[in-house]
């Protein structure tokens, strides 16, 4: 039986910083009919600080969506191969070990996709698969890392690497934003990550068991993302808490049941930190306390919600702050447009590379 193994994770993050109080001090600079609400919003994020790809006063100069776009392909694929550098300096990984390259991104359009572009700047093998997705939004990390394994599974004693990258500064609307479009600016961040799964016998870290993607029916309009002419729009329904709270027990518990699994033998779990009232929502569906959330919460106060890119630092917090006994069973959760649910059952496992923490790039 080939087991499928998470070997190593790496993040990055750019340069520029904005902090809680910044982010109301500009609040009224771009919104100057912001209300009261926007800045009770900031507090109750519990957002302490967010990374940018620029400084804010030059997101806000930013135009129309070719300029955006032309933004987001340069710093996209250098913040992309510093993620992807440090999770390849695993135990002398190199090019010729890797089966594919699964890269995943919803803040940005590139073609050739943003892997192609590395090929020739890290040595990648030519000949490897590569398999990008681009409409998962805040749930590709899990989705990649579950086709990952498939990839994995499918090439035995093999490595794939799944890349994420993630511009959400670059969708700021200035000119008639709508109350999704202020919240949004409020919550999303800039980040990357890379994680290496491998088949090959000796490979060592938390193992992935299966994998699962949930559409939950009639709900395409309470989350998405709309092209305009000033670049990407948010449409976040308020009603997206309440519908996670009725329905993701459901949809977990018949995932784990596929796999002769239930909810009282899972004693870890990993979510993507969309916002306090998704993780409030989270928790209220399907049981848990707070503190079996605390690495989401750690992430979301420290560097916001970074979309795809999010999962992964939740991951290697927990890895490196939280660790789970060898063994234990844990859930990996991500939630993205549809509204759809991404999931995989991990068993724990030592071994898991982190890296030296977070790489930036200036």
Request: glycine residues 8%; contains cysteine.
């Amino acid at each position: 039986m080939t087991h499928l193994k998470l070997e190593r994770i790496a993040t990055a993050l750019p340069g520029h910083t904005i902090s809680a109080d910044q982010t109301r001090e500009y609040l009224r600079t771009v919104y100057p009919t912001a209300t009261d609400r926007f800045l009770r919003v900031v507090e109750s994020t519990r957002i302490r600080s967010r990374s940018l790809v620029l400084p804010v006063e030059e997101l806000i100069a930013h135009g129309a969506r070719g300029e955006r776009n032309q933004t987001y392909s340069v710093e996209a694929t250098d913040l992309a191969e510093s993620a992807l550098r440090a999770v390849l300096r695993a135990r002398g990984q190199t090019s010729v070990d890797l089966a594919a390259i699964v890269p995943v991104s919803c803040t940005g359009y590139m073609m050739p996709s943003v892997d192609a572009h590395l090929i020739n700047r890290v040595g990648l093998d030519p000949m490897m698969r590569r398999v990008p997705i681009t409409e998962l939004g805040c749930s590709a990390g899990v989705a990649g890392l579950g086709l990952s394994a498939e990839l994995a599974r499918a090439r035995p004693s093999s490595s794939v690497v799944v890349l994420s990258v993630e511009l959400c500064s670059l969708c700021l609307q200035v000119g008639e934003p709508s109350p999704s479009d202020v919240l949004g600016s409020l919550m999303f961040a800039d980040g990357a990550a890379a994680a290496l799964v491998s088949s090959r016998p000796d490979a060592v870290g938390p193992e992935i068991i299966a994998g699962a993607s949930c559409l939950v029916p009639d709900t395409l309009g309470h989350l998405a993302t709309l092209l305009a002419p000033t670049g990407l729009k948010l449409n976040l329904s308020p009603a997206l808490p309440r519908l996670l709270r009725r329905s993701l027990r459901s949809v977990v518990s018949r995932f784990l049941s596929t796999v002769n699994v239930g909810l009282d033998d899972i004693s870890f779990f990993a979510v993507h930190p969309g916002g306090p009232k998704i993780l409030e929502a989270v928790a209220c569906s399907l049981g848990t306390g707070d503190e079996a959330l605390r690495p989401s919460w750690d992430v979301l106060e420290a560097h916001g919600n970074m979309s795809s890119a999010s999962i992964f630092f939740v991951l290697q917090r927990l890895a490196t702050r939280y660790t789970p006994a060898d063994r234990e069973l844990g859930v990996v959760l991500a939630f993205g447009p549809g509204v759809s649910c991404e999931m995989l059952l991990m068993r724990w496992g030592s071994g898991l590379e982190c890296g030296e923490g977070i790489w930036t790039v200036d």
